[in-house]
């Protein structure tokens, strides 16, 4: 077989890299296009999803008010976070986010809170409490 030289044999050069060319370029639409079915699964999935949670915690929420509600006021019946968590069967981590949703506690009408407040949020009146302190009627 002879041997090709010049213009022929670059013109086969040409065309076999032009194949393998073609051939990278199908393989890679190939694997596009699988791409795009798996991803297009996969948002489809997404989306229904999050739908699905979205209506399930619109249907969970006035249950939930009323658990949060059973929470603290078990509570204000004396019983401890760790003793709620053993009495609902709730873990003990979710019966204290109850505790952190609805907010810190006031503190009784008429007694100051650490920040040196009473319950209406005004500073406590020195002059009452001074008259009120065992030290200051001597």
Not at 4 to 19: D, F, M
Not at 45 to 62: F, L, N, S
Not at 77 to 98: C, F, H, N, Q, S
């Amino acid at each position: 077989m002879a041997r090709r030289t010049g213009a022929s044999a670059r013109t086969l050069a040409l065309t076999k890299a032009q194949e393998a060319v073609a051939l990278r370029d199908a393989e890679r639409i190939k694997r596009e296009k699988e791409l795009e079915k798996v991803l297009a699964d996969y948002f489809q999935a997404q989306a229904e999803t999050q739908r699905i949670r979205d209506d399930a915690e619109a249907k969970v929420a006035p249950f939930e008010a009323v658990i949060r509600e059973a929470v603290l006021k078990l509570d204000q019946l004396g019983e401890t976070r760790a003793g709620i968590a053993a009495l609902t069967g709730l873990p003990l981590l979710r019966v204290r986010d109850y505790f952190v949703e609805s907010g810190p506690k006031a503190p009784a009408p008429g007694t100051s809170n650490i920040c040196g407040t009473d319950s209406a949020g005004s500073p406590p009146n020195i002059a009452d409490s001074a008259s009120s302190h065992p030290a200051a009627n001597r």
